[in-house]
């Protein structure tokens, strides 16, 4: 099960405050149980600062949308990365 490559897409619009404790639990699922575990962040035309944070993680690639699209829209546009 570990050699499983596994994504999981975070659409984030205005997350600054709450982005950094999933990417810290995903950081940890990463080093101890999937090393085959790509995270992926929609910022989804935001008004606040989740960037600083998120790039902190360098496990993490990011998707920046200059205009809001919504959750479901984002999620279609990580899916194509």
Same mark, same amino acid.
């Given at each position: 099960? !570990?050699?499983?490559?596994?994504?999981?897409?975070?659409?984030?619009?205005?997350?600054?405050?709450? +982005?950094? %404790?999933?990417?810290?639990?995903?950081?940890? +699922?990463?080093?101890?149980?999937y090393?085959n575990l %790509?995270?992926?962040?929609?910022?989804?035309g935001?008004?606040? !600062?989740? %960037?600083?944070i998120v790039?902190?993680?360098?496990?993490? !690639? +990011?998707?920046?949308s200059?205009?809001?699209?919504?959750?479901?829209?984002?999620?279609? %546009?990580l899916?194509? +990365?």
């Amino acid at each position: 099960m !570990k050699n499983l490559f596994v994504s999981v897409l975070m659409p984030a619009h205005n997350e600054e405050k709450i +982005i950094r %404790e999933p990417l810290l639990n995903l950081q940890k +699922i990463r080093r101890e149980e999937y090393r085959n575990l %790509e995270v992926i962040v929609g910022l989804d035309g935001c008004t606040d !600062k989740p %960037e600083d944070i998120v790039k902190k993680f360098h496990f993490v !690639k +990011i998707y920046k949308s200059k205009m809001r699209m919504g959750k479901q829209m984002m999620l279609r %546009e990580l899916y194509k +990365i």
